[in-house]
C-alpha cells in the first residue's frame, strides 16, 4: 500500500542520512590535517596546513588553535596557554577564599582572617600604627 511504502522510503532516508553523518565522523577523525569546529553548535569541520598550534578560522567564523582546540592563542605555544589559564584558575580560586573567609579592619583596613568564635575581628596589630 501507499502508506508502507511512505514507511519504507522515511526510513531509507534516515538510514542514508545517518550513513552520511557516520561516513562525515570517520573521515574527519582519520585525516590529522583535519578537526571539528569546537565552537558550541557548529557542525562543521576545518582542514590545516600543519597538525601543529596553528590559528584557524572555521567558516562560522571562530578562530581557535589548530593543535589544542582553544580559542587561538598565537603568538604563544599551546603548552604555555594551558599552563597560564591553570594560573588564572588557581588565582580565582585563591581570590575566592580569600573574599569568603577575610574582611579588612575596620580602623587599619588589615586583611584579618575570620578563624572560629564571634563575629567581632580585630587585626593581629591590633591596630597599634594609627
Known amino acids: 500500500s501507499a502508506c508502507n511504502n511512505i514507511i519504507v522510503i522515511r ?12 561516513s562525515a565522523q570517520t573521515f ?5 590535517l583535519m578537526k571539528w569546529c569546537p565552537s558550541p553548535g557548529c557542525t562543521f569541520a576545518v582542514e590545516a596546513n ?10 562560522c567564523g571562530y578562530r581557535f588553535c589548530f593543535g589544542c582546540s582553544s580559542p587561538a592563542h598565537e603568538p604563544v605555544s599551546c603548552q604555555y596557554f594551558k599552563l597560564w589559564i591553570k594560573k588564572c584558575e588557581d588565582d580565582s580560586e585563591t581570590a575566592h577564599w580569600i ?20 563575629n567581632h575581628m580585630v587585626s593581629a596589630l591590633r591596630c597599634m600604627r594609627l
Open 50 to 59: 600543519s597538525t601543529r598550534g596553528v590559528p584557524v578560522m572555521c567558516n
Open 28 to 32: 574527519v577523525q582519520q585525516h590529522k
Open 11 to 22: 526510513f531509507y532516508l534516515q538510514l542514508i542520512r545517518r550513513f552520511q553523518y557516520l
Open 99 to 118: 573574599h569568603a573567609n577575610t574582611k579588612q579592619c575596620p580602623k587599619c583596613k588589615a586583611v584579618i582572617e575570620k578563624s572560629g568564635g564571634c
